[in-house]
């Protein structure tokens, strides 16, 4: 047999040593011969870009059911040479937590779906939760002990907590307490030796560097302990559509230096999208808004801060703030909380997409030209986060995501399609690159930075200089998600995993004293 078998009968064997099942372990390892293993490995994909027959699936999916299969599947991967992809959510935007872009290397995931337990505290307003609980798993659990909390990360209920507090996170609240990652308070993660470390057993640095530094670099995380932030009992939401001939560019350009100015109970969210109204293609711009408080106090400070957009009480939606992420996760606050436990079960949908960050307002004939590329291919969709408040107050060093004081506005450039759609793979990754370029004059330079959950191989990838990737190509794509903080990042990823382990396209390269 040959010597790639060998090792592969040896990890198999190191495995099963260390994981005990009382079902045989077929629940916890799944060989491409499993009947479910195709099952699982695409129940948390969510872009079919990465679903055909030129992507290498993994050898193995271990599923662990508790932390010490975590650490024995590094211990085992590494001893016989195999590498680790993990995957929470699968909520990668390149698939990178279960695929190898060049199919080169022999992999595993440790998809950790099956460990998501969520302990909520109330009285401590903290909660432990498990890597691969869900975001709708952990508003859930939150809202039936209590509606005098919430917690601040993204919109879309079936992205993984493993992935997104990683790499930052960022939803509704975000103006008010910051990104996820800005409010965790503990976590535990299996290091590149297989040892379990908490945050005073980790070293200050490899805390710093695990809230924001991107998944993947420095372990597996097998849960993050979290501070919940206190919510009114009574949220408002607003949609209000705009399409040009209403005026959407001027609200749009207003927005842009009003938006991060609010209150920071108050935001306000951009999506700017093709629609089509009495037989009409239109690009349109949605208000998107979450306010922390009643109707009547939103209302006066629409009236004084933006009467632009002419929002009245009858905009005014009020409710509870679990409802509230029912609303923004299926524009409807009208169906029963427990949706927010759908995990999904496969993809159905191929996407792209890009960010920006954006300093100082976009001129008008800009957002102009924009909007007419939305239109005139209606392939995507534009959506624009506003920072300041909190963002503002929280220093550029202070975590590794280092967009903060400055930054008026996060944009995300998306498009997706379907097998059913007549446009091409190739059409829709010009359309999204050119969109890209016609930006590059009206956002952040020096870098041209981006956001590291809204992963974008574009940027650049990893270059490997005797097996380990090298520090000076990785800058390239690094810097953009995390300027100055790329070197500290590094400089962590030597100390803890020099031999570049936990490996990935964009995962940190080691800089070594010295180099
Ligand atoms: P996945 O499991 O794919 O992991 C992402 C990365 O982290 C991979 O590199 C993976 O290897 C690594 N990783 C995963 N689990 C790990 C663990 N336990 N330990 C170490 N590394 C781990 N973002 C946002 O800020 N706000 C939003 O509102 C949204 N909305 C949104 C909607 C949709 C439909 C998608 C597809 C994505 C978003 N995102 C988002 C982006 C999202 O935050 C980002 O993709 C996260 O990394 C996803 O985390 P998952 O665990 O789901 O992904």
Request: with cysteine; aromatic share 12%.
């Amino acid at each position: 047999i040959s010597l790639a078998n060998q090792n592969y009968q040896s990890f198999l064997h190191c495995l099963y040593n260390n994981i005990q099942s009382s079902e045989g372990n077929s629940d916890i390892l799944y060989t491409p011969s499993n009947s479910n293993y195709t099952s699982f490995y695409l129940s948390s994909i969510r872009n079919l870009r990465f679903v055909n027959s030129a992507t290498t699936k993994p050898l193995l999916i271990i599923a662990p059911t508790n932390v010490s299969h975590v650490q024995a599947s590094v211990v085992c991967a590494r001893e016989n040479g195999f590498s680790i992809r993990v995957r929470s959510g699968g909520h990668d935007y390149e698939g990178l937590s279960y695929r190898e872009v060049d199919n080169s290397r022999q992999f595993v995931i440790v998809d950790l779906a099956n460990l998501r337990e969520i302990d909520v505290d109330v009285t401590r307003g903290t909660a432990w939760v498990q890597a691969g609980a869900t975001l709708g798993e952990l508003y859930y659990k939150i809202s039936i002990k209590t509606n005098l909390y919430g917690f601040p990360a993204g919109i879309c209920p079936t992205v993984g907590i493993g992935g997104h507090i990683s790499g930052g996170g960022f939803g509704t609240m975000l103006r008010k307490y910051g990104l996820a990652s800005d409010n965790v308070l503990d976590a535990l993660l299996v290091d590149s030796n297989g040892d379990l470390l908490h945050k005073d057993s980790m070293g200050e640095d490899l805390f710093w560097a695990m809230r924001g530094g991107g998944g993947t670099s420095y372990g597996i995380v097998v849960s993050w302990k979290v501070k919940l932030v206190p919510v009114p009992p009574i949220v408002t939401v607003f949609t209000i559509n705009r399409v040009m001939k209403e005026g959407a560019i001027d609200l749009m350009s207003k927005w842009q230096s009003i938006a991060p100015r609010l209150h920071e109970d108050l935001l306000i969210r951009i999506v700017a999208q093709q629609i089509y109204e009495g037989g009409e293609r239109q690009v349109q711009a949605g208000f998107n808004a979450l306010f922390l408080g009643e109707c009547v106090q939103l209302v006066e400070l629409m009236e004084t801060d933006f009467p632009e957009l002419g929002m009245r009480r009858q905009y005014c939606k009020e409710m509870s703030w679990i409802e509230s992420a029912l609303y923004f996760a299926f524009y409807t606050s009208d169906i029963s909380k427990e949706a927010l436990l759908d995990r999904g079960t496969e993809p159905y949908r191929y996407f792209k997409a890009k960010s920006d960050f954006v300093k100082e307002p976009i001129p008008k004939s800009a957002l102009e030209k924009v909007l007419s590329l939305i239109l005139d291919d209606n392939a995507g969709v534009i959506i624009m986060d506003p920072y300041g408040a909190k963002m503002d107050n929280i220093s550029e060093t202070a975590t590794p995501f280092p967009h903060r004081k400055g930054n008026l506005y996060n944009i995300q450039y998306f498009t997706e399609w379907t097998q059913h759609d007549t446009t091409t793979y190739e059409e829709r990754m010009r359309w999204i690159r050119n969109i890209y370029d016609e930006m590059e004059p009206y956002v952040s330079t020096n870098p041209r930075a981006a956001y590291i959950n809204y992963r974008d191989l574009d940027l650049g990838i990893n270059e490997l200089v005797d097996g380990i990737s090298s520090y000076e190509k990785g800058r390239i794509w690094g810097e953009k998600y995390f300027k100055g903080n790329f070197e500290k990042l590094a400089l962590v990823k030597a100390r803890v995993d020099p031999s570049d382990f936990f490996w990935n396209e964009q995962s940190v390269p080691p800089l070594f004293a010295g180099d």
